[in-house]
């Protein structure tokens, strides 16, 4: 079992930037896949980035790309989540989640994830 605890969301101007932070404790937290999704207001939940167990491969949706960084330290279980020039379309709870992986890939779907934080919200004023 893998418990997640995200952090570091917040309210912050456009323009400014964020890291959020995702720990998890549990088995073996360099056998998981993980990802960052967000919900905002009247919204359904939305894949952000993903990275594999060993961090060599990322993905980004479409719209994430250029502003958000993910990546993680597995000595430290943790997964992160930098945003840069944040807009007040960013507005959002910010999940991350977790799948035991055999392979050293990832996943962009909420299906595809098994265990999932509480969320940190981030608010951006304009």
């Known amino acids: 079992q893998v418990q997640l605890v995200e952090s570091g969301g917040g309210l912050v101007q456009a323009g400014g930037s964020l890291r959020l932070s995702c720990a998890a404790s549990?088995?073996?937290?360099?056998?998981?896949?993980m990802g960052w999704f967000r919900q905002g207001p009247g919204k359904e939940r939305e894949f952000v980035a993903g990275?594999?167990?060993?961090?060599?491969?990322?993905y980004y949706a479409d719209s994430m790309k250029g502003r958000f960084t993910i990546s993680r330290d597995n000595a430290k279980n943790t997964v992160y989540l930098q945003i840069d020039s944040l807009k007040p379309e960013d507005t959002a709870v910010y999940y991350c989640?977790?799948?035991?992986?055999?392979?050293?890939?990832?996943?962009?779907?909420?299906?595809?994830?098994?265990?999932w934080g509480q969320g940190t919200q981030v608010t951006v004023s304009s």
């Open positions: 989640a977790a799948r035991y992986r055999s392979d050293d890939d990832l996943g962009r779907y909420s299906y595809e994830y098994d265990y």
């Open positions: 990275i594999s167990w060993s961090g060599r491969k990322t």
């Open positions: 549990g088995p073996i937290f360099s056998s998981y896949a």
